[in-house]
């Protein structure tokens, strides 16, 4: 602990929390989704909490941390569900939330610190009439530094694909961890570098995104007595290119009534449903779409009345990661998947899937494009029983050629495509040359020898000694 | 001309015009880019034009015109190519250029008056951010609602599909053709009564259409050795969910350099080209994927200096339609086909077709969605020789599963798809009972009993009778 003195001394002027139960809470994210990994990191912890106000203090914390040999993990708000931002190795927990500032907002653009929560920059944008293209369902929560580089998609994903297509993070400002940290403007396909890599080889900054017109958009619940006929009328209007939507989900019964409880008056039981959000303008065609279809509304909030709105949360909040945590609210035993089904077999494969596994998965799809076309990526819920079985129910999964992404471990590799990032790997060489950032959320940097066709988990030594 | 003489007198207030010359020329469209349609059609000429000011003025016509038995076809612009909006059986041009006021500008749609230009309606729209999702390449002459009585898609096609897909219109006013003419709206399944009737069955007298945020598209042109590399790069970068275009062509040497004289600077003799409009917050991350791929920018708008750009046409003025005008003023024995290459095998269907024909169709691509997927139809040049050799070779095509949209026919299912619009013709029975609405138009009321297997073409008695 004397390195963490006389950091603290180093680190003068800059905000620091050492509150154990501060800094403890300060070190987890929504890891606990998983019963997995909920065992293996319920005790991370970092040692101290910095907070730098500009880039100038966070070059200033790099420099000591490492001249000081000690670990520094990235914080945006901890909305992320893999323990992404969960110091393995102690040390700083570098919280980015106190650089909020939305600098820039421009036709088209928006240039902010990587601190700004979602709701807030779209709070301003919207004075120009444009909005963040991409979101997550923590959107009034989660940073935009955070959901780059511990996110995927989402919210909007329907229409623009994922973070990692080319064109949906326009600039990312990083400084590097080394004796001297450089600070680094990325473009193009220098953006993979550090996209989606947990703040493992760099510290972000700044962050340019896209913006999309704004719209009002409008909450609409379709209920269905089965859920195929849910998946395929989600299915049909995802295809339908004259009609703008910002999200279409499918859940099937009885996730929506049991688990979204304010929602709950509106629904039965025996409902699978279609959840959306619909740009007002296209309410009128879509409705009629859904007269042809037999597709019955169940709740839409533009003629929902302000009594029935009350207490209601925004249609985004039961989708993509909100589905499972509603469920967990209820039934603390449950977890989830992470599935693609691709084009342009994905219905086949929903209803494969869900004739294999009935009620023990219940199905979460949330439609997107994906390489030009409309696939979906599913988050259905699994009523867990064991660790053996979730692994189980993980390989039929891959065996009918519906690929997971696994959230039930903390690497970016086991987590993602489990292969080595040959570019973020050469890219932490250089911007982290002694391990420091994010320690052991990188497999190919820990351990360059593992296995990915092994069985065996990937444990950090580090992590291990401490669980030990 | 009795009946004539006592309409004028009946339309006393209206303006009018019977000067011959100018009935002539306002009885015309671009059928001349068709051999066929040019010697069919270059003969036909209404009475008289008639000018209404506002719907009550179209209400009067078309009463008068129903009570003496004269046909009524009306007109925008005259920017069609499958002779549309184009008398055959003489009587009223029904000239709608006058009521073009632009209603009202809500976000997210426009209200506007069937004769108003569409860049006309976008100066209005853009004072908020906005723009039409899609235009025709006249976009600079084309009225709105000859867009959508007789067009299909066009620039903007890439993003939201045709007109025909549901959302793209959102309600149109019409008036009938009866006794007492009735003015009717409509909006979901029945705006397809009227869409794409060439005003068989109605009068347009108001639009609502929606719209999109509103960019500074940077106009690219991308030069490429070969026509197929073009291809397989405007499909590639079509399939990039994060970059927004408004437009994705390919155009195959000689053409460009040949008929594109104001950029024949910018050109080698031997390029195919991608002609591309490109959101400028899309340029960084377009150019880095065309780096990648190794495709030479042979002209892009954002960097051209004043003295480069003099002159030039924007971008959209090279592509759909126009390409055929640029090539019809350098060679005017050239003439076109609207093909149809299906999704998933579009590429290798342009392949096989260029393999099979060469330089006597260099192809033309206009990358499109459709019912959810990128696709892409085609507009390639035709070196007409005879209509023997055109036939065959629009057999070719369809034999090889690309359908041909012919715009060598005036009728809307030769032009269209081929069989009997049921939603029309009962639409046609009730708004036009007299059959005075652009006759000749529909085959299914002309005609019930013709049959669409054989090979003759549908020739409207009246026209046949004039033209002998």
């Given at each position: 602990m004397s390195d963490i003195a006389a950091l603290k001394a180093a680190l003068n002027g800059i905000r620091i929390e050492d509150n154990p139960a501060i800094v403890k809470q300060k070190s987890r994210?929504?890891?606990?989704?998983s019963p997995v990994l909920k065992r293996e990191l319920d005790h991370v912890s970092g040692d101290l909490v910095v907070s730098p106000a500009n880039e100038a203090e966070v070059i200033r914390v790099l420099k000591a941390c490492y001249a000081a040999g000690v670990p520094v993990t990235p914080r945006g708000s901890?909305?992320?569900?893999?323990?992404?931002?969960?110091?393995?190795?102690?040390?700083?927990?570098?919280?980015?939330?106190?650089?909020?500032?939305?600098?820039a907002v421009e036709r088209g653009r928006v240039v902010a610190e990587p601190g700004a929560v979602l709701a807030h920059i779209d709070r301003e944008t919207r004075k120009s009439g444009q909005e963040l293209r991409l979101h997550p369902s923590?959107?009034?929560?989660?940073s935009l530094a955070g959901f780059v580089a511990g996110g995927s998609g989402g919210i909007g994903s329907i229409n623009w694909g994922g973070l990692?297509?080319?064109?949906?993070?326009l600039r990312l400002k990083v400084v590097t961890m080394e004796e001297e940290p450089r600070v680094l403007e990325l473009t193009g396909w220098d953006l993979?570098?550090?996209?989606?890599?947990?703040?493992t080889n760099g510290i972000v900054t700044e962050v340019e995104v896209p913006l999309d017109a704004a719209y009002d958009w409008v909450d609409v619940i379709v209920g269905f007595d089965d859920y195929l006929g849910a998946v395929r009328f989600a299915n049909l209007i995802a295809n339908q290119d004259g009609l703008l939507f910002k999200e279409i989900a499918a859940v099937a019964a009885p996730v929506p009534h049991d688990y979204f409880l304010r929602h709950q008056k509106f629904l039965n039981k025996t409902d699978s449903v279609v959840l959306l959000m619909v740009a007002p303008h296209a309410m009128d065609p879509f409705l009629a779409l859904a007269r042809r279809e037999k597709a019955e509304i169940r709740?839409?909030?533009?003629?929902?009345t302000e009594a029935e709105k009350k207490g209601l949360p925004p249609?985004?909040?039961?989708?993509?990661?909100h589905t499972t945590l509603r469920g967990l609210r209820v039934d603390p035993t449950i977890t989830y998947l992470q599935v693609l089904y691709p084009f342009p077999t994905h219905v086949e494969s929903v209803a494969r899937m869900t004739g294999i596994f009935g009620d023990e998965v219940p199905g979460h799809l949330e439609f997107i494009r994906f390489d030009g076309n409309v696939a979906c990526t599913g988050l259905p819920i699994v009523r867990y029983t064991t660790d053996q079985r979730l692994d189980e129910i993980m390989t039929i999964h891959e065996d009918n050629g519906c690929p997971i992404f696994n959230?039930?471990?903390?690497t970016l590799e086991e987590g993602g495509m489990?292969?080595?990032?040959e570019v973020q790997l050469a890219f932490k060489r250089e911007a982290d040359p002694r391990g420091?950032?994010?320690?052991?959320?990188?497999v190919a940097w820990e351990?360059?020898?593992?296995?990915?066709?092994?069985?065996k988990v990937f444990l950090f030594p580090g992590l291990r000694t401490a669980a030990e």
């Amino acid at each position: 602990m004397s390195d963490i003195a006389a950091l603290k001394a180093a680190l003068n002027g800059i905000r620091i929390e050492d509150n154990p139960a501060i800094v403890k809470q300060k070190s987890r994210d929504f890891f606990w989704y998983s019963p997995v990994l909920k065992r293996e990191l319920d005790h991370v912890s970092g040692d101290l909490v910095v907070s730098p106000a500009n880039e100038a203090e966070v070059i200033r914390v790099l420099k000591a941390c490492y001249a000081a040999g000690v670990p520094v993990t990235p914080r945006g708000s901890g909305t992320g569900n893999y323990g992404q931002a969960m110091p393995l190795s102690g040390g700083v927990v570098l919280s980015l939330a106190e650089m909020n500032a939305v600098k820039a907002v421009e036709r088209g653009r928006v240039v902010a610190e990587p601190g700004a929560v979602l709701a807030h920059i779209d709070r301003e944008t919207r004075k120009s009439g444009q909005e963040l293209r991409l979101h997550p369902s923590t959107y009034n929560t989660a940073s935009l530094a955070g959901f780059v580089a511990g996110g995927s998609g989402g919210i909007g994903s329907i229409n623009w694909g994922g973070l990692r297509d080319v064109g949906n993070v326009l600039r990312l400002k990083v400084v590097t961890m080394e004796e001297e940290p450089r600070v680094l403007e990325l473009t193009g396909w220098d953006l993979h570098k550090v996209m989606h890599a947990y703040g493992t080889n760099g510290i972000v900054t700044e962050v340019e995104v896209p913006l999309d017109a704004a719209y009002d958009w409008v909450d609409v619940i379709v209920g269905f007595d089965d859920y195929l006929g849910a998946v395929r009328f989600a299915n049909l209007i995802a295809n339908q290119d004259g009609l703008l939507f910002k999200e279409i989900a499918a859940v099937a019964a009885p996730v929506p009534h049991d688990y979204f409880l304010r929602h709950q008056k509106f629904l039965n039981k025996t409902d699978s449903v279609v959840l959306l959000m619909v740009a007002p303008h296209a309410m009128d065609p879509f409705l009629a779409l859904a007269r042809r279809e037999k597709a019955e509304i169940r709740f839409r909030s533009d003629t929902a009345t302000e009594a029935e709105k009350k207490g209601l949360p925004p249609v985004f909040e039961l989708t993509w990661n909100h589905t499972t945590l509603r469920g967990l609210r209820v039934d603390p035993t449950i977890t989830y998947l992470q599935v693609l089904y691709p084009f342009p077999t994905h219905v086949e494969s929903v209803a494969r899937m869900t004739g294999i596994f009935g009620d023990e998965v219940p199905g979460h799809l949330e439609f997107i494009r994906f390489d030009g076309n409309v696939a979906c990526t599913g988050l259905p819920i699994v009523r867990y029983t064991t660790d053996q079985r979730l692994d189980e129910i993980m390989t039929i999964h891959e065996d009918n050629g519906c690929p997971i992404f696994n959230p039930h471990r903390y690497t970016l590799e086991e987590g993602g495509m489990k292969r080595t990032d040959e570019v973020q790997l050469a890219f932490k060489r250089e911007a982290d040359p002694r391990g420091l950032l994010n320690p052991g959320k990188m497999v190919a940097w820990e351990n360059p020898d593992f296995d990915w066709k092994s069985e065996k988990v990937f444990l950090f030594p580090g992590l291990r000694t401490a669980a030990e």
